[in-house]
Nanobody
Framework: QVQLIESGGGLVQAGGSLRLSCAAS????????MGWFRQAPGKEREFVAA????????YYADSVKGRFTISRDNVQNTVYLQMNSLKLEDTAVYYC?????????????????WGKGTLVTVSL
């Protein structure tokens, strides 16, 4: 059974940093694209960042480009999201997801399994 468990969320001041982790289990994930998404109160879930199975390709939403970095450790079956220069508008529940059909990211609707999320709150 595929499981994705996010951790690392919390309360941080604007301008600060956090590192999110997503531990995957249930199968080998090195062949599949994984990503981070977020949902703020009253808003739809949106794409944040994604990484191909081999980690050769990464993708970012314009709103986080240059501030967030996605990476993965295929030995540990873990995906990370390093978030720097956090802004108030980054406040959201952050979700990890995996696409078990493609090695590269093709879109949010292709993601098959989702974690339960971790809350990131950015304050003044």
């Amino acid at each position: 059974q595929v499981q994705l468990i996010e951790s690392g969320g919390g309360l941080v001041q604007a301008g600060g940093s956090l590192r999110l982790s997503c531990a995957a289990s249930g199968r080998t994930f090195s062949s599949y694209a994984m990503g981070w998404f977020r949902q703020a109160p009253g808003k739809e879930r949106e794409f944040v960042a994604a990484i191909s199975g081999s980690a050769s390709s990464t993708y970012y939403a314009d709103s986080v480009k240059g501030r967030f970095t996605i990476s993965r450790d295929n030995v540990q079956n873990t995906v990370y999201l390093q978030m720097n220069s956090l802004k108030l508008e980054d406040t959201a529940v952050y979700y990890c997801a995996v696409d078990l059909n493609y090695s590269d990211y093709v879109g949010i609707y292709a993601m098959d399994y989702w974690g339960k999320g971790t809350l990131v709150t950015v304050s003044l």
